[in-house]
């Protein structure tokens, strides 16, 4: 991980300094890919426990449509994403780790605006990177699936990601659990790093009733509400679509996150000013402390 890199997730975030700290993972079950959805390697027709996927990239041109969704209005829907064996080691993964009390309320903002706002947000989330040194079942599948998606992504849109930036979790929405409009990419934070924003729906046997769409607003005046049934991908831009989730009547899972592209010198003195020269020794003595092995604490 660069200096950069490292100055600009300390400048910007309050999490500790081992969470930024590369991994080395083991090494992963994997899946085959299957035609249906080679745009992104991830195939609905296999199950978490298959031993065997690709590791090139896939022809962007198999599914051009999607591509050409995105583009053009910044937001792109696949249903059937994950097949119905990928959906339940999913959710049997949420379920297993909020007993283990893993999930926390979540908060908004970053830094020291991230706090908790029951009026904007009421969610409890577990953050799934950076990847888990002993990942379990469901990610196993979710982590290589989501690397190749970041890639194709910026293979196709020429940006430049940084997978050792994505941010991914998993999302417990309870009855009556909601997140107002808002945009994922916020100028003069950390988050402008973020290029494309993702969420892959859980929620089996999911009606009207139960709410939780995803609003996309699509401009001043149109919206597009999303129903998050199972399976389902959506991809949008992070900076150019405002959205929320609407109140959910039942319980609502999902994994979110986003894809974010190579921190500039730019952005470090964008998100520095003025403080950025007094924090410098502190920041760099932390590069040090975390190069010689601070993630083992």
């Known amino acids: 991980m660069s200096v950069p890199l490292l100055l600009l997730l300390l400048l910007q975030s309050s999490q500790p300094l081992s969470s930024f700290v590369p991994r080395i993972t083991s090494t992963s079950p994997t899946f085959q890919i299957s035609p249906r959805h080679t745009l992104f390697g991830l195939s609905a027709a296999t199950s978490p426990s298959s031993s065997s996927l690709s590791s090139s990239l896939p022809d962007l041109d198999l599914n051009l449509a999607i591509m050409k969704d995105l583009e053009t209005n910044d937001y792109a829907i696949v249903d059937d994403f994950l097949s119905p064996t990928q959906i339940d080691a999913v959710i ?8 283990d009390n893993r999930f926390s309320v979540a908060g908004i903002g970053q830094d020291k605006s991230n706090t908790v706002n029951s009026e904007i947000r009421k969610t409890e989330t577990m ?4 990847k888990l040194q002993f990942p379990t079942n469901a990610l196993s599948f979710l982590y290589p699936a989501l690397d190749r998606m970041a890639l194709t992504l910026g ?3 020429q940006v430049k990601m940084d997978l050792a930036l994505t941010e991914a979790l998993y999302a417990y929405y309870p009855n ?8 994922d990419a916020v100028p003069s934070s950390a988050s402008v790093l973020r290029e494309f924003s993702f969420l892959i729906y859980l929620n089996k046997e999911w009606s009207k009733s139960d709410g939780g769409c995803l609003r996309l607003y699509t401009n001043d005046e149109n919206h597009l509400d999303v129903e998050p049934t199972a399976g389902k991908l959506v991809i949008f831009k992070s900076d150019t679509l405002p959205h929320e989730v609407l109140e959910t009547s039942a319980e609502r899972l999902a994994v979110v996150g986003w894809f974010n592209r190579e921190v500039t010198p730019g952005d470090i003195s ?3 000013g003025g403080d950025l020269i007094t924090k ?12 010689v092995g601070v993630s083992m604490l």
């Open 270 to 272: 964008a998100l520095g």
């Open 92 to 99: 049997e993964d949420i379920a297993s780790l909020r007993s």
């Open 127 to 130: 953050f799934i990177y950076p």
């Open 280 to 291: 410098l020794p502190l920041l760099l003595a932390s590069a040090v402390l975390i190069g």
């Open 176 to 183: 009556g659990g909601f997140y107002k409009k808002h945009i």
């Open 155 to 157: 293979s196709r849109f």
